[in-house]
């Protein structure tokens, strides 16, 4: 289930993309930005719906680490972006992000037991996959404002250990 979700989002994430003029490379700092919060918003929300679903507690573990760690890189981007006067600005990626997390909550929300948590840590292996890839490979490179770079750098360290910590999930939840 692992690859075919990891198939579905990596196609519409590429569709979306193509279908699009403009491409990531060209965000801005602050476009960037507001990608990259929108993205720790939507993490945020898939574990806050883990909380209401789950009873599986290495589940609810996870989706508290995701609320704590997403809120704390969320507080610091916050306060760079006053620090340095500046709006993050909204764009083509971060409204595709919302419009796919929406329809994403709407199918977990309907799933129960074993079926959700399976869901909940497939989506979140292949939603820190995605990211991390983007923010590494696409976003760094292109981002001008040093102290923006290493918030990124930062964010970046932690968000692959949580798609470690999301691939241990997935292992565990296979054996049952």
């Known amino acids: 289930m692992k690859k075919l979700f990891a198939a579905v989002f990596g196609l519409f994430f590429a569709s979306t993309l193509s279908a699009s003029a403009d491409s990531p ?10 990608v990259a919060y929108t993205a ?38 916050l306060a760079l972006l006053a ?14 992000l919302n419009a796919n997390a929406e329809k994403l909550i709407d199918e977990m929300s309907q799933l ?18 995605a990211v991390n890839d983007l923010v590494e490979n696409t976003f760094i490179p292109n981002i001008d404002n040093a102290e923006v770079k ?11 250990v949580h798609q470690g910590h999301a691939e241990m999930m997935v292992a565990k939840l296979k054996g049952m």
């Open 25 to 34: 490379a060209d965000l801005n700092d602050l476009e960037i930005a507001h």
């Open 150 to 160: 290493a918030l990124f750098e930062a964010g970046l360290e932690i968000f692959k």
């Open 83 to 96: 620090k340095l006067g500046a709006n993050a600005q909204n764009n083509f990626l971060s409204q595709t």
């Open 112 to 129: 129960r037991g074993d079926d959700f948590d399976r869901f909940y840590a497939e989506n979140e292996l292949g939603y820190h996959e």
């Open 40 to 77: 720790d918003n939507i993490d945020i929300r898939y574990a806050h719906l883990a909380l209401a679903i789950s009873g599986n507690a290495d589940v609810r573990a996870f989706a508290q680490t995701m609320i704590q760690d997403h809120e704390a890189v969320n507080a610091q981007a």
